[in-house]
Structures are given as structure tokens and as C-alpha cells.
């Protein structure tokens, strides 16, 4: 609801007070501020005037609330960073606008610092550990998926990667389970039986994630158990260590570590896909092969 209202409105330059933008630019330069002055007396303080404006904008009336502030230093000298909340109705979105000292000028939009590399942050949060991988460690291209063996989007995306990895083995694919648990109620039995593969035999955890994809459409609540007992003997797989493996809250515990990783990273969605910490989510082949070419 919100989203519409602030976060995909790109403010560029929107000056607070439309009857000042239409000075003429022979006396933009002294009237102008003389004119913005005067505004800002009257309104108060920036974010007074920011709330001012985006009320009158967007219509938002007393049901409307309407948090601005506070107003901070931006890594730019001549704009504020302010943080503007609205809520109704027990709903409510957050964005961040600049605004320049005077009050005159809105922009809306990512500030960003070129000095420094744009994937650092994400690259500190994004290691392999012991999570199934399949290719050479020292890859140049290094794909970590975080996805949910239920999720129809990452049987899509499973689909895509059949077809592209053979083409690509300077590829490293590290899995990561993120089941859903909220929306797909047999994820983690799932995501538990391919862990209890893997600990057997890493190349039966890949056998394992294709096979309960292939099967996903088949696969229950009521069933999955079974169903993954199943796999596991088809495997050829140990049923009693197997067995022991699925029950041990342990294993629970090694899915719900890879979870944790997700949510430093805000992963909201599945499947997420870094590639050499690029994020992807969806299975958009397109926007994955630009840019394992780009690599």
C-alpha cells in the first residue's frame, strides 16, 4: 500500500513549493531564496516541511500518520538524510528522502559511494562453510543458492541450472537451505532428509535435491516423510544411520544455522541467488547467465 506512495516514487529534485519553481531564472538566484527563507519560517523546521509537502502530495489526511526525522548529516555536505514513516490502519512503510539544508529541495533516491566496493557488505556475509557445493573450490565464479525444496520457483530455477552448469564448470554452486516453513509445511523434512543424505555422501545430497524436485509435485505434508524414506533407500543409502539422522534435532539445528545466514542477509524470498555476491531472486535465467558472462 505504502510501497506506491513513497518507496517507488523517485523524488528527483522536487522542490517544496511549486509557485517558487516557476521563477524565472533571471531572478531565480536572489528571489528564490529569499522566497525558500520565507517558506521555511513558516513551515518550521525541514521535516516540517518535508511532512508539509508529502501530505499535500499524496492527500494524506488525519487517518494518515506521518513520522519525519529525524534529520541527520548525509555523506553529501549540502543534503539531509531524513527518514520519512507513514502509517494507517495498523500498515506501515519506512523510506529514507534527502533534503537539501534550506528545506527547498526533495530527492528521493539510493545515495551511493563509488569509492568503495558495492558488494562488500554482502560479500562479508556470504561464505560456503559446510554447505553441499558442487564444483572447484578455487572457482572463479562462485553461485551460493539459498532455496526451499517446496518452493516451485526453486524447482524452476533447479531447471535452469541442469542446463547451464555443464556449459560453465568454472561454476561453484553451494547450496543453502532456507525452508519456508511458515508457507510450505514440508520444507524442512525435506531440507533435513538431503542433509542426512549429504552427511553420508556429498554426491548423494545432489542426487537427493534433484530427486525431490523432480518429485515436488507429488511430495505432501501427510507424505513427506515417506517419501524422503523412500529416496533415501533408493539412494542405497544407510536407513538405520539415515533414520537416526532425520530424527536427531542436530540436523534441525545445521538448517536452521543456514536460516540465520539468510536473515543477515535479508533474504525475504526464495530462491535467492548470489553470484560472486550479485543478487538474483527468481529463477530469471537471463539476468543469471549476463551475469555469470560478465564474470
Known sequence: MFSKLILCTLFLTVFLGSAQAQTSSGKEKSSSSNASESSAAKLGTVESRIEHYLRNLYAWGPSFEVKVGPAKPSPISDLLEVPVTVSMGGQSDTAVVYASKTGSFLLRGELTDMTVDPFADTRAKLYPGNSPSMGPEDAKI???????????????????????????????????????????????????????AYQQSPSAFWKIHDAIFDAQDVITASNAWDKMIDLGNQLGLNPDAYRACMINPETANQIKETVEEGHT?????????FINARRIVGPDKAIIEQYVNYN
Open 265 to 273: 542477509l535479508s533474504i525475504s524470498a526464495t530462491p535467492t541467488t
Open 142 to 196: 562462485t553461485m551460493i543458492e539459498f532455496a526451499d525444496f517446496e518452493c516451485p520457483s526453486c524447482r524452476q530455477l533447479d531447471l535452469v541450472l541442469r542446463e547451464l552448469l555443464p556449459r560453465h564448470p568454472e561454476i561453484r554452486l553451494v547450496f543453502k537451505h532456507y525452508p519456508l516453513v511458515d508457507i510450505h509445511p514440508w520444507a524442512m523434512t525435506a531440507a533435513i532428509a538431503s542433509q542426512c
